[in-house]
């Protein structure tokens, strides 16, 4: 290849030399005679000269031009001789649509909270791309206000409303719980524009009260691929039940886990979850619906250690239940954990089990009062037993745990057993090694 490039470069040196001699003899040649005033020809300039001269310049010419063309050939040769001998480069493999970063919309549920911007704002500043996560705001109520707020972004969302407004016919005895059954019944429809008439694969679902972390989208693009491959998992959530500041280690916000409880508030699901369900949605309370056996069928969520979302909306259907005792303590996530870029593989189903479970039931086993009095001293990790619903609830309470149980299962719950933090202490609060399974009575 050397060589090549030389040869090149002495046959352009040698076409530029001699055009520019020829330049420089053209200048220099006798012209006509000279009019009056016009300085003298210099001896030897002589007329009669010239036709003999321009004879030998194109002879010359002619020569130079068949040795640089000789020369290119001999360039091109040497070119396509160094390429016969060079070994076959492996074929490109073609790109395929797998490979390009999969598109995730953003479906967020809104109604008459104007303070949907506050949402609105952190999805649109932190998404990494508008075309990759698109962003469907699903509008009910028909709230004017609102409407105007979703209108004001544009293009940068999507605005589409939910066409049935009325009241939904209701039991009489479930006449306070009108809005739940106007909630499920909006979840039903802006899912089924999801999938059905925009035809997603996948979708992260937010309600218009919630602000998102600055690696939201980064949680949700690396954990997309383990709800392709793992069919014991269903959705993945950005919340922890758990999540108030003093109960998990910031320290730690690259951990993940698996639980058998439907966390909701910020998830994402795939179409053929949304395939099962939708022929079966209820008529309302559609998330503790989520959370029985018959739906969930023994499979689990990813969730982690530290909340990817937080809740800043205490006015709603629930008039504010747990928000002032536990939502609004809630750490968010402030520092971006780069997931796509490590192993997730620790928590297909196997493999997490075999390695959570050695964790919890090697820990020694204490009471609660030494748990209280050592707590702070980083004596490594502990297990608090609970044998039966009382004592699970006695023991979340005293600890500031959210003790309900949705058919059986605690809340962030993974085979009976939670796991948090007491006062930088990693605790276990575990039912006993020979557990069988939830009991739905419990609830």
Known sequence: MLKKTRLALGGAALFLAWNGLLLLFLWGRPGAPNAPGDPPNLPGDSPELLPAQLLRLAQDAEAELR????????????????????????????????????????????????????CL?????????????????SQDCGHAETARVIASYGAAVAHIRQPELADVPVPPEHRKFQGYYRIARHYRWA??????????????????DLEVAPDFFEYFQAVLPLLQKDRSLWCASAWNDNGKEGLVDASSAELLY?????????????????????PKWPAAFWDDWMRQPEQRRGRSCVRPEV???????????SHGQFFDQ?????K???????????????LSKERYERSFLQQVYSAPEIQLEQLQKDAGKDLGAVRLQYRGRDSFKALAKALGLMDDLKSGVPRAGYRGVVSFVCRGRRVFLAPPSDWTGYDPSWS
């Open 67 to 118: 040795l640089q063309r000789d020369l290119l050939l001999q360039i091109r040769q040497l070119g396509l001789q160094r390429r016969r001998q060079r070994p076959a480069a492996a074929p490109t493999a073609p790109v395929t649509a797998e490979e390009e970063p999969p598109v995730i919309p953003v479906l967020v549920l809104a109604c008459d909270r104007s303070s949907v911007r506050r």
């Open 332 to 346: 968010l996530n402030d520092r971006f954990v780069p997931f796509t870029q490590l192993d997730l593989s620790y």
């Open 258 to 278: 698996r639980t058998d409880f439907f966390p909701g508030l910020g998830w994402l699901l795939l179409a053929e979850l949304w395939d099962e369900l939708e």
């Open 191 to 208: 899912l089924g524009q999801v999938f059905r008439t925009f035809r997603y694969r996948a979708a992260i679902v937010v309600e218009d």
């Open 121 to 137: 704002d952190k999805l649109l500043r932190y998404r990494p791309s508008a075309r990759r996560f698109p962003v469907i705001v």
């Open 326 to 330: 536990y939502l609004k303590f809630i």
């Open 307 to 317: 909340s990817r979302t937080v809740t800043f909306g205490r006015k709603g259907v």
